[in-house]
């Protein structure tokens, strides 16, 4: 069955410090995976997609690679603005255009 | 990038009542956009996938009575949540695939049936 573990469920930081967020994917046969930003009431803002093992893409203070069990969302020198809940989303082969998403990383920034 | 726009934001309506959330793609075609469904602190679940003239296909469990979903153009889907109840409130989700690649994301619909 595919599946989207997203790791840790919730994350505080302090303004400036570095970290982390794991995404690790089970799929047969991965077409691409997503990266999205949610802000509470709002839809999901599209951030990356990942297509290969060993690619990666950066925006502003977010870097997203990927491997062919997992990936991570670099987050560097993190502001207040960057706290959200970032999701990650898998798109199976079988499975056709659906997005399958993990349940998120919800990131608090402090100042 | 691509924007998708979703309307209403926010809808009350009274149990029994029916409520239709309009869903478009404002600078691009979208063949296949997609409907979820999303409960406070938890992530989103496909409700169905639309493809535009023909019939959505619909994810186990959810009901296709209840949750008509009509994609007529290549800019506008529709999910009429008939016969609505109060188990029914929840943040409804739009998305349209953009170049047949990557889902842009509607705003989210509120809904609340009293």
């Known amino acids: 069955e595919d599946q989207v573990t997203q790791s840790p469920e919730a994350l505080r930081l302090q303004e400036g410090e570095s970290s982390s967020l794991n995404c690790s994917y089970t799929v047969s046969g991965l077409r691409g995976l997503f990266w999205y930003r949610q802000d509470p009431g709002k839809g999901p803002e599209f951030l990356f997609t990942?297509?290969?093992a060993g690619e990666e893409k950066e925006k502003e203070r977010l870097k997203a690679t990927l491997t062919k069990k997992e990936s991570f969302l670099h987050i560097t020198a993190p502001k207040p603005e960057d706290s959200a809940t970032y999701l990650c989303a898998v798109q199976a082969r079988q499975a056709g255009t659906a997005l399958i998403f993990g349940k998120g990383t919800t990131l608090s920034v402090s100042s | 990038g691509a924007v998708v726009s979703q309307h209403p934001s926010w809808v009350i309506c009274k149990s029994g009542t029916s409520v239709k959330i309009e869903c478009r793609s404002l600078d691009f075609q979208a063949t296949t956009m997609f409907w979820y469904r999303q409960f406070p602190k938890q992530s989103l679940m496909l409700m169905a996938t639309?493809?535009?003239?023909?019939?959505?296909?619909?994810e186990q469990g959810v009901e296709k009575d209840k949750f008509l979903i009509n994609h007529a153009s290549l800019t506008l889907s529709t999910l009429t949540v008939t016969s609505a109840h109060p188990e029914d409130s929840s943040f409804y989700i739009c998305?349209?695939?953009?170049?047949?690649?990557?889902?842009?994301f509607g705003q989210g619909t509120r809904l609340t049936v009293v």
């Open positions: 639309s493809n535009e003239g023909s019939k959505a296909t619909y």
């Open positions: 990942l297509y290969s």
């Open positions: 998305s349209a695939l953009y170049r047949g690649a990557e889902a842009f």
